[in-house]
């Protein structure tokens, strides 16, 4: 599917735009609504700013079909019904919000504070007080078990588990005679590794170079595995000719990469707990509001989410 904008907390362009009219203007006509949220109009001028803010921009990825736009549209024109159930319930409770949060959050500086529209002040505090309600709703929560962490990432090892890579060098020797000697001349400290590359006159040979693990032929892995940074394999025929292999660094550390697993499975697992929080209290929201969608006088055709 096409992708659209980032859809949680994005009232700030429609409340800007749509915070008016001055005292003293002409009363304009009811604008068109939508929907309606206990007796609170949805207008169409907020939904088509919405729209505006979250669909892609003319030369991005774009739907394929009227169809597919039509159900973007429709999730949009959900998550603005959800976006207007969570701000009333947050003015419901009188979510606090104070004026050094809303400063920090437009990211002003001391003497920019007296030049901030009120709309966009109001919009500013609209949008943190959503935000710190959705928070109040995971406080309290136990921390997830080492167990669960652990179980989850086992599921998950097989593709989340980067690809292995090691950084070594090459030492190439004609006949597999030479090559064992090299290599035990190396072993027994008679030579190093960079004086026997300069003996056998193949230098570019030597550069160091990163590889998957897994594209090394099974000879070669085999002669690596184990070894330690700066020691040296056995002769290993490939291609026609005798290597001698110089490991350099293992560039995924086992301990490390367990360690990120470990982090990537815990993250993955709050993240989903607070996934069902935010749709357990939407569920609720919506059962107790009363919601009236105006399908018919959307600007597309409306597409009904489809039953999980």
């Avoid at 079909?65 to 959800?82: C, T």
């Avoid at 969570?86 to 959050?105: F, G, K, M, N, Q």
Wanted: glycine fraction near 4%; hydrophobic fraction near 40%.
């Amino acid at each position: 599917m096409p992708k659209i904008a980032a859809v949680p907390l994005a009232l700030s362009a429609i409340f800007v735009q749509l915070a008016g009219c001055s005292q003293g203007e002409t009363p304009r006509p009811t604008p068109p609504s939508v929907a309606a949220i206990d007796g609170e109009p949805v207008t169409l001028a907020e939904l088509e700013l919405y729209l505006d803010a979250h669909l892609l921009t003319e030369g991005e990825l774009q739907p394929t079909s009227a169809a597919q736009a039509d159900q973007i549209k429709s999730r949009l024109f959900d998550a603005l019904i959800e976006e207007r159930l969570l701000l009333a319930e947050a003015e419901r409770e009188e979510v606090p919000v104070t004026d050094l949060e809303i400063e920090a959050s437009l990211d002003l500086q001391e003497s920019e504070d007296a030049a901030v529209p009120d709309a966009l002040w109001k919009e500013a505090r609209r949008r943190l007080m959503i935000q710190k309600l959705q928070e109040q709703t995971t406080l309290g929560q136990p921390p997830i078990s080492d167990e669960d962490v652990t179980a989850y990432l086992e599921q998950n090892r097989e593709r989340w588990t980067p690809a292995r890579r090691v950084r070594m060098r090459s030492l190439r020797s004609s006949t597999a005679e030479d090559a064992e000697r090299i290599y035990q001349n190396i072993r027994r400290r008679r030579t190093t590794f960079d004086e026997a590359v300069v003996a056998q006159g193949n230098p570019d040979l030597a550069v160091p170079v990163e590889l998957n693990w897994e594209s090394l032929s099974e000879e070669i892995r085999t002669a690596l595995d184990g070894l330690k940074p700066g020691q040296v394999s056995r002769p290993v025929a490939h291609s026609g000719a005798h290597f001698l292999f110089q490991l350099e660094a293992w560039l995924n550390e086992p301990h490390a990469i367990e360690v990120e697993l470990l982090a990537q499975a815990r993250q993955a697992l709050e993240d989903r707990r607070r996934q069902r929080i935010y749709e357990g209290l939407i569920e609720q929201l919506r059962e107790t509001a009363d919601i009236e969608l105006k399908l018919r006088d959307l600007p597309f055709d409306y597409v009904p989410r489809e039953p999980e």
